[in-house]
């Protein structure tokens, strides 16, 4: 049975309170609880420092970096952005480069 959300976030908190309390064996007060829906999660404080950590430190899978051309956060697989549509650091920059040199097909083709 899969979890509801909620209690897939709960559960995740409190596996991490676990294996982050067994390296603080001095006991403690809660400093900090976290409600999650209907459950809370008492976090002492070493527990929510390692939170506050993991949480600034975690980097989106699908975070490419801003967009060198408008500052746009949302690039594409390719660097493409997807507010101003440029291509973005130095794939774009050889593009833009290549694109102003070009004139075209050749005159002298057969056809």
Do not use: K
Request: one cysteine or more.
């Amino acid at each position: 049975m899969a979890l509801s959300p909620s209690d897939e976030v709960a559960a995740a908190l409190r596996e991490f309170a676990e294996r982050i309390d067994v390296f603080d064996t001095a006991p403690g007060e809660t400093v900090v609880e976290v409600r999650v829906g209907e459950r809370a999660a008492a976090l002492r404080a070493p527990v929510a420092r390692a939170l506050v950590e993991a949480l600034r430190s975690y980097q989106d899978p699908r975070d490419r970096g801003t967009c060198d051309h408008c500052g746009g956060p949302r690039l594409d697989d390719n660097f493409v952005c997807a507010d101003c549509g440029q291509p973005s650091g130095v794939f774009g920059q050889l593009l833009r480069e290549r694109a102003a040199r070009y004139e075209g097909p050749p005159a002298d083709l057969p056809g």
